[in-house]
Nanobody
Framework: VQLQASGGGLVQAGGSLRLSCTASGRTSSNNAMGWFRQAPGKEREFVAAVGWNGGTTLYADSVKGRFTISRDYGKAVVTLQMGSLKPGDTAVYFC?????????????????WGQGTQVTVSS
């Protein structure tokens, strides 16, 4: 499975960014997809995930109400719309694919990881 993410960059606090990720290879559009992030010197953390049909979503408390994850039904493409960005959102964001159709919080549930895309929010 290969994951290709795009959309990272530099934005001022309060601004917006949109991340997109496409999965290809031995993957199934029936698997949940999501995003994790890791800031310098910090542990990797769950951000958001969406089920196979786009109907079930999970969010970290820190991004609820600011970020929206979505995917088109039957497609291995996931989008993360990030709004009201804060300097604390600065991190490398990783696109992930789950073994199962239902989104989960645990990193161990996601065997497939993209290379990461940098998001930097300036104050």
């Amino acid at each position: 499975v290969q994951l290709q993410a795009s959309g990272g960059g530099l934005v001022q606090a309060g601004g917006s960014l949109r991340l997109s990720c496409t999965a290809s290879g031995r993957t199934s559009s029936n698997n949940a997809m999501g995003w994790f992030r890791q800031a310098p010197g910090k542990e990797r953390e769950f951000v958001a995930a969406v089920g196979w049909n786009g109907g079930t979503t999970l969010y970290a408390d820190s991004v609820k109400g600011r970020f929206t994850i979505s995917r088109d039904y039957g497609k291995a493409v996931v989008t993360l719309q990030m709004g009201s960005l804060k300097p604390g959102d600065t991190a490398v964001y990783f696109c992930v694919v789950n073994r199962r159709p239902v989104p989960r919080l645990e990193a161990s549930e996601y065997p497939y990881w993209g290379q990461g895309t940098q998001v930097t929010v300036s104050s």
